[in-house]
């Protein structure tokens, strides 16, 4: 269960699991489930909110709500700009790509190996290939 600090101006300073030791309590994790008592002490339930991001939208920050019984945080999400959307398509290109080329390279190399030796190293060694790109000026 997770749980937020909030200090006495009603900010939330902590997010998550209790912690073992706080101020001058120790084991204060084992209170957890014992609301009432971590009540008086600050702490309460804390939840998030999921909410879907379509395909053409960003997260954009969270609203947060401290209620006398919870803590609750909500993603915000807001359409993408034009350049984001850029961005994103040219992110998701190069993913592909470089998926596509960890997917060719052992077959390229063992098609470039004599005889049916290239399918016998590939059984044998075929999950430990890597590949190392050289820098340009040594390719030329």
């Given at each position: 269960m997770l749980y937020a600090y909030v200090d006495e101006n009603r900010v939330v300073t902590y997010r998550?699991?209790?912690?073992?030791?706080?101020?001058?309590?120790?084991?204060?994790?084992?209170?957890?489930?014992?609301?009432?008592?971590?009540?008086?002490?600050?702490?309460?339930?804390?939840?998030?909110?999921?909410?879907?991001?379509?395909?053409?939208?960003?997260?954009?920050?969270?609203?947060?709500?401290v209620t006398e019984t919870e803590v609750t945080s909500t993603i915000k999400k807001r359409a993408m700009t034009e350049?984001?959307?850029?961005?994103?398509?040219?992110?998701?290109?190069?993913?592909?790509?470089?998926?596509?080329?960890q997917l060719e390279t052992p077959q390229r190399i063992a098609e470039a190996l004599p005889d049916e030796s290239g399918d016998q190293q590939m059984a044998a060694h075929g999950s430990k290939l890597t590949v190392q790109k050289l820098p340009q000026s040594r390719l030329n």
């Open positions: 998550g699991t209790l912690p073992k030791a706080w101020n001058n309590i120790s084991n204060l994790h084992l209170s957890e489930g014992n609301d009432d008592y971590l009540k008086t002490l600050g702490w309460l339930p804390y939840v998030e909110v999921s909410i879907e991001i379509g395909v053409d939208e960003i997260a954009d920050g969270e609203d947060t709500v350049d984001e959307k850029t961005d994103h398509n040219n992110s998701m290109a190069l993913q592909e790509i470089f998926y596509r080329e």
